[in-house]
């Protein structure tokens, strides 16, 4: 079965700062990933997602993730961050094959100024 | 529809009263999902439907919380006996095909007092 850990609940940057934020997975299969952002009173929206292919994906607003096998990890990243990025960042993954998306416990990204 | 839309947007009721809270998925969309956001935490997932597979109810917390879906569409959360606790945004999802993205509802604000 699949599994999403995103590892720290709450990460703060200043702005301008190289934005990482991590998350691991489980999978018996090759996975579909994704980053999902949640933005202040606003519902979630996919970030960025990587299904085959490139193993570099970039989403919306700069961000991008690279999907390591050997490490299962997607981490998302964002060389230089902007007080508009603070939000909630979901990692998920959802399994070849089949249909369930299973979500990590998420991410609140502050920035200051 | 354009979106997946829930109903109602906010719901406040009274300990011991059942709720129902309502999803209506993206036309043709065949996955269905509904998670539980508590304040300050992450997604937590609640039940998923497939098809006409039976549901996964692996998150459901409690035999007081039950959910169907009608006609492969339209799906309904009931909550019964709410307690304080039960408190939260609940938030519908749904998604397409296998590696497609899900696309979430704004959510309902339910409120126990």
């Known amino acids: 079965a699949q599994s999403v850990t995103q590892l720290g609940s709450h990460v703060s940057v200043s702005e301008g700062a190289l934005v990482l934020l991590r998350c691991n997975y489980s999978?018996?299969?090759?996975?579909?990933l994704f980053w999902y952002v949640q933005y202040p009173n606003q519902g979630l929206q996919l970030l960025l997602k990587y299904t085959t292919g490139a193993t570099l994906v970039k989403g919306i607003n700069g961000f991008e993730a690279e999907f390591k096998k050997s490490e299962t990890s997607f981490h998302l990243t964002k060389p230089s961050a902007h007080m508009s990025d603070a939000a909630e960042y979901f990692c998920?993954?959802?399994?070849?094959?089949?249909?369930?998306?299973?979500f990590g416990a998420g991410t609140r990204l502050f920035v200051k100024a | 529809g354009a979106g997946v839309s829930q109903s109602p947007s906010n719901k406040v009721t009274e300990k011991g009263k059942d709720v129902e809270l309502r999803c209506d998925p993206i036309?043709?969309?065949?996955?269905l999902y509904w998670y539980r956001q508590s304040l300050g935490q992450g997604l937590e997932f609640l039940i998923y439907?497939?098809?006409?597979?039976?549901?996964?109810k692996s998150g459901l917390p409690s035999d007081r919380f039950s959910a169907e879906r009608t006609g492969g569409s339209v799906s309904t959360l009931t909550i019964q006996r709410t307690q304080q606790e039960d408190s939260a945004v609940y938030l519908c999802?749904?998604?397409?095909?296998?590696?497609?993205?899900?696309?979430f509802g704004q959510g309902t604000r339910l409120t126990v007092v």
């Open positions: 999802a749904s998604s397409l095909v296998e590696g497609k993205e899900a696309f």
């Open positions: 036309s043709g969309h065949t996955a």
């Open positions: 998920a993954v959802s399994e070849t094959g089949g249909f369930k998306t299973i």
């Open positions: 439907f497939q098809g006409n597979s039976a549901p996964d």
């Open positions: 999978s018996s299969v090759p996975p579909y």
